[in-house]
């Protein structure tokens, strides 16, 4: 295969991550979205609700587990790794001033190992998700604040 050639795989932080309330974390809108089944549709709860099950609070764990995670991409020969950045991991709310600390450090952590490896990080700000704060306090994306 030509070495230019990027093979690599995509995710989204909200699908893989897990860790939806630890370290500074603030909640986002796939953080009240509920599973969905066969004929069931996914909804989007006002807030968590008990009893109802959020798939990617736990996903599959990726904050905890991405240095084993990218060793396995390395053996599988990927060149690059595109994911999205939680931006409630960087910024709770959506509209703070200063970033959480503790979000910034993950994300660095995970961009060194990739680069230990090789793989070149392919990164989108969004994917689907905003803090869910900016959701309720001013409709997301609809208003220009």
């Known amino acids: 295969m030509d ?5 690599g795989g995509a995710v989204a932080a909200h699908q893989i991550e897990g860790a939806w309330n630890i370290d500074g974390k603030g909640p986002s809108i796939a953080d009240v979205m509920t599973a ?12 968590v609700i ?3 099950n959020y798939p990617n609070h736990e996903a599959i ?6 240095k084993e995670d ?11 790794f595109r994911t999205s950045i939680a931006w409630s991991r960087i910024f709770p709310n959506g509209d703070e001033t200063e970033p959480n600390e503790a979000g910034l450090q993950f994300y660095d952590n995970l961009f060194d190992e990739l680069l ?3 793989i070149e ?7 689907f998700e905003i803090p869910y704060h900016l959701y309720t306090e001013y409709g997301g994306f609809r208003n220009k604040n």
């Open 3 to 7: 070495k230019k050639f990027l093979w």
């Open 70 to 80: 990218i060793a396995l991409f390395a053996k599988l020969g990927l060149k690059c």
């Open 121 to 127: 990080p392919i990164i989108t700000l969004s994917h």
């Open 36 to 47: 969905g089944a066969n004929g069931v549709a996914r909804e989007i709860t006002d807030g």
């Open 50 to 52: 008990p009893g109802k």
């Open 116 to 118: 230990k490896y090789d």
């Open 61 to 66: 764990d990726f904050y905890h587990h991405y």
